[in-house]
């Protein structure tokens, strides 16, 4: 299931949830109370996540990536050691890195941009990068496949990534202070 697919279910599963209460001039229909809404909402979010969940796997399968997952569900595989510190809460790290989309579309890149620079611990970034940052070291090397909910969610980032959009970071941390 793509994005807009996922979305649109989103959307029209809430409009339906709304317009049952609505009472039209004397006819009565049966409302449903907030209880019954979050939980409808929380199915159709727990089946977006499963869709996004089923279509990183195969595209991992598909390339032979060896990838391991945290329990938030960021896949992340180091391509190459370093041999610095380890990345900390506070640090300063600057990184070269290449952002695409799950379909392989290219998005951001630090050939074209420059290398990115942060705070760890600060926010800015999305929030499966930095924790993927936060697994390396000075030197290292390597992939994220950043689910939606850790990248830009619902709303994307108002540029080049769209809605509900799956990342894939590749990364060389080039300082880290």
């Known amino acids: 299931m793509n994005y807009k697919v996922g979305l649109n279910i989103c959307f029209f599963v809430a409009f339906i949830l709304s317009s049952c209460s609505n009472k039209k001039e004397g006819v009565t229909t049966q409302s449903l109370d907030q209880k019954q809404i979050t939980e409808k909402l929380v199915e159709a979010n727990i089946a977006a996540i499963k869709a996004e969940n089923l279509q ?5 399968v598909s390339k032979r990536w060896k990838m391991s997952e945290t329990p938030t569900g ?3 595989q180091i391509i190459e050691n370093g041999n610095g510190n380890n990345a900390s809460l506070t640090k300063r790290v600057r990184f070269e890195y290449d952002v695409k989309l799950i379909s392989g579309e290219e998005v951001y890149s630090s050939a074209k941009t420059g290398p990115k620079e942060f705070r760890l611990g600060s926010g800015g970034v999305e929030s499966g990068l930095e924790e993927g940052i ?8 390597a992939r994220f496949i950043i689910p939606s909910y850790l990248a830009h969610g619902l709303s994307g980032d108002q540029d080049k990534i769209p ?10 941390i080039i300082d880290l202070e």
Request: aromatic residues 8%; hydrophobic residues 45%; proline residues 4%.
């Open 74 to 76: 960021l896949r992340y």
């Open 134 to 141: 936060l697994l390396l070291k000075l030197g290292d090397k």
């Open 163 to 172: 809605p509900k959009a799956t990342l894939i970071y590749t990364i060389k």
């Open 56 to 60: 990183i796997d195969k595209l991992i």
